[in-house]
C-alpha cells in the first residue's frame, strides 16, 4: 500500500506514531517553525530562540531536573521515540516509509505528540531496516547526539541507549496494537524489522533485544529527577540512590 498524502493509516495507533503532513490543511501549525535541520544547526528561530535549548530548559522546567544532562537526555530520548514510532509504524502499515529529511520536518520544542512534528512534503521510501537506519539513526539522532553532546557534554553510549530503548518502546507499542486489532502481519513487519534494526552497529552495542524485550546496557537518568524511578529496561536493578516526590505533569 502507498503512503497517503495524510498518512492516515497512522491516526489509530495514537501517541507518538501519528505524524501531521501537508495535505491535511487543518494541522498547518499558525506560526512559523523551525525545521528540525534548524534545530540539530542551532540556527535562531524567531518563536523559541535555539529550539534545542528551548526544549531541554523546557523538559527541565517540568521534571525539576537537577541538572542539564539529565532533561537533555530525557528531551533527546522523546524525539528519539516520536522519530522511530512514525517511520516505523509506516513500514508496517504501508509497506513504505516517508522520507524524513529534517528540512522537511517542521518542529514545536513546545508541544508534545502529534502537535510537535508536521511533514511538509510526503516521500515515500522502500521499507527496508537499511532504509529505517539511514533515516532515523542517520539523518535525525547522530546529528541531534552530536548538538547534544557539544552544548551538554552528555554521553554518546547514554544517547545510542536511548535510542535504542525508544525503538523497542514503538516497536511494543505498534506490536500491542497489531496484535489487539487481527493485524498479525503488521506485527510480524514491525518484529522483523525491530530485530534487523537491532543489528545495526549503531544499536547493537546498546543492549539486548529479544522476542520484543529489550534490556540496555546504559541508564537515561530518569531516575535522578525528584521522585523518577528506573525505566523498565534499565540496566540498573534499583535507582542508585532514591530521590523525592516527582511533580505531576508530562515531560
Not at 13 to 38: H, I, M, Q
Request: hydrophobic share 45%; net charge positive.
Amino acid at each position: 500500500m502507498d503512503l497517503d498524502p495524510r498518512l492516515a493509516a497512522l491516526r489509530p495507533l495514537g501517541g507518538f506514531f501519528v505524524l501531521r503532513a501537508a495535505a491535511d490543511a487543518a494541522t498547518d501549525p499558525s506560526r512559523p517553525l523551525p525545521t528540525l535541520a534548524d534545530a540539530y544547526a542551532d540556527t535562531r528561530s524567531d518563536v523559541y530562540g535555539i529550539p534545542l535549548t528551548f526544549r531541554v530548559e523546557l523538559v527541565a522546567r517540568r521534571l525539576r531536573a537537577p541538572e542539564p544532562r539529565v532533561s537533555a537526555s530525557i528531551a533527546q530520548q522523546g524525539l528519539a521515540a516520536r522519530l522511530w514510532s512514525a517511520a516505523l509504524g509506516c513500514a508496517a502499515l504501508y509497506g513504505r516509509v516517508p522520507d524524513l529529511d529534517p528540512r522537511l520536518l517542521r518542529w514545536d520544542p513546545e508541544a508534545g505528540a502529534p502537535d510537535d512534528l508536521w511533514l511538509t512534503e510526503v516521500r515515500a521510501l522502500p521499507a527496508t531496516a537499511a532504509v529505517l537506519a539511514d533515516t532515523v539513526l542517520h539523518t535525525h539522532l547522530g546529528p541531534l547526539g552530536e548538538a547534544l553532546r557539544a552544548r551538554y557534554g552528555i554521553a554518546a553510549g547514554l544517547l545510542w541507549g536511548n535510542a535504542g530503548s525508544a525503538l523497542a518502546g514503538a516497536a511494543r507499542a505498534l506490536e500491542r496494537w497489531a496484535r489487539g486489532s487481527g493485524r498479525g502481519d503488521v506485527a510480524g513487519r514491525a518484529r522483523a524489522l525491530t530485530a534487523d534494526l537491532f543489528a545495526h552497529p549503531l544499536l547493537s552495542p546498546t543492549g539486548t533485544f529479544a522476542e520484543a524485550a529489550f534490556r540496555r546496557r546504559s541508564c537515561c537518568l530518569y531516575y535522578r529527577v525528584p521522585g523518577g524511578g528506573l525505566c523498565g529496561d534499565c540496566c540498573f536493578s534499583r535507582p542508585p540512590y532514591s530521590s523525592p516526590r516527582a511533580p505531576s505533569g508530562p515531560p
